[in-house]
């Protein structure tokens, strides 16, 4: 194989920090005692559901939802956001940016980057097309990430995610004994840079899921820097403004997400409202099962599908750095009855320690800075969407 990454980083050191279990505390409201991880002697199945001091896994969502009971109580949202059903939300066109275009002459890369910056400042998302990746390769990627998923359950947990790690195959951390859960579990895998990929989660089955993952990674890669460059462009700066400020090489991840069909849709939520703590999520959807759904001026939209294009959204970051030009949506992903869905994101992140703030040229006399300098630490913004918490409201001044 020598498509993949070789050398893999020895795992990181997975302690938390004092700011980890402060932010728990203030959390839970309840101070609680940081527990011993799981016996080393139990295989990572046996270890389901485990809890770690105040962060525990739960069993996988597709597990629960093959006997076709109604989900339990801790799936349920009741008024406060379940209830999406797509008939009462209307669909709504977000604008597409042509990234041939935005790469060719300057006078129709003109008229793309204002179509970019346009989007961004009003939706804070655009659908990605004519991005350089043929149908075909988009496809293999679907297949990839649906084999995966169909594989035997014991296949899968031999990916399965540490309780106190972010990387592999589970649901998402549970933080609070009294956190709503989500429909929805991942595979969560860093792309870049190298030494941070961590081979063993990387599924050997299907065969070529590694090497297509590879190449998805690196695709990604080229365009992750074409599109920060031409945002940065489009505003009228230095192309390497936004490059520079989140650090190279880019750090990027896949999120398989995996929503299986519910009974009760209309209670349960795939993921609940919020906006990305990323420079930017390319979200490639499911080519045939909508479900995401954007909030604009108060109200939600229905984003359609259009078949091989990527949705790109503004992570918050983006919006403090663009001071608040570029708007980061808030978004959820909505479950049927009938289908199972499934979509990979791609996020990139500042590198940890790097300052993030709004940028030089977006700040004057008659454009106020509106964010403080944060410091990005990788660990802390995980906890972010488990409560609802946002990067963007932290930094406001
Ligand atoms: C995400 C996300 C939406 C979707 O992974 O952050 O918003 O449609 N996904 O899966
Ligand atoms: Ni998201």
Redesign the pocket.
């Known amino acids: 194989m020598n498509c993949t990454p070789k050398f893999p980083s020895p795992r990181r050191n997975l302690a938390y920090t004092q700011e980890d279990f402060h932010f728990c505390h203030l959390l839970t409201k309840t101070r609680r005692r940081v527990g011993k991880s799981c016996s080393q002697d139990q295989t990572a199945s046996q270890r389901l559901p485990c809890k770690m001091g105040s962060v525990s896994m739960a069993t996988p969502v597709q597990e629960l939802a093959t006997d076709g009971q109604d989900p339990s109580e801790r799936y349920n949202y009741g008024g406060s956001g379940g209830g999406a059903l797509n008939a009462s939300v209307p669909l709504v066109e977000i604008p597409t940016v042509d990234v041939g275009r935005l790469i060719s002459s300057p006078s129709a890369a003109n008229h793309e980057l204002q179509k970019l910056s346009l989007a961004l400042s009003s939706w804070g998302c655009f659908q990605v097309v004519n991005h350089g990746m043929t149908n075909s390769f988009v496809d293999r990627v679907h297949e990839i990430s649906k084999q995966f998923f169909d594989l035997p359950k014991e296949e899968k947990h031999r990916y399965i995610r540490e309780p106190d790690s972010i990387e592999g195959y589970g649901t998402d951390m549970i933080v609070a004994e009294n956190q709503t859960l989500d429909w929805i579990d991942r595979l969560y895998l860093t792309l870049n840079p190298p030494n941070h990929v961590q081979l063993k989660f990387w599924p050997e089955k299907p065969e070529t899921f590694r090497e297509v993952l590879h190449e998805y990674s690196t695709k990604l890669q080229v365009l992750h820097d074409v599109m920060l460059k031409a945002m940065a462009k489009s505003l009228k700066l230095d192309e390497s403004v936004f490059l520079r400020m989140i650090g190279e090489p880019v750090i990027m991840s896949a999120r398989f997400n995996f929503y299986p069909p519910c009974p009760r849709p209309d209670q349960v939520l795939g ?1 609940k409202p ?3 703590g990323t420079v930017i ?1 390319f979200l490639l959807q499911d080519k045939e099962v909508e479900g995401l759904q954007v909030l604009k001026d108060g109200q939600w939209f229905r984003v359609p599908v259009i078949p091989d294009a990527l949705v790109l ?1 503004a992570g918050e970051h983006l919006e403090i750095m663009s001071n608040g030009e570029f708007k980061s949506p808030i ?1 959820r992903a909505v479950v049927n009855s009938e289908r199972k869905r499934i979509s990979l ?1 791609a996020p990139s992140i500042p590198h940890d320690g790097n300052e993030i703030e709004p940028v030089e040229g977006l700040v004057s006399e008659e454009r106020p800075r509106l964010f403080r300098k944060m410091k990005y630490n990788g660990r802390t913004h995980l906890r972010y969407y488990q409560s609802g918490r946002r990067v963007v409201d932290d930094a406001r001044i």
């Open positions: 993921l919020h906006s990305d999520t959204n978004h994101a």
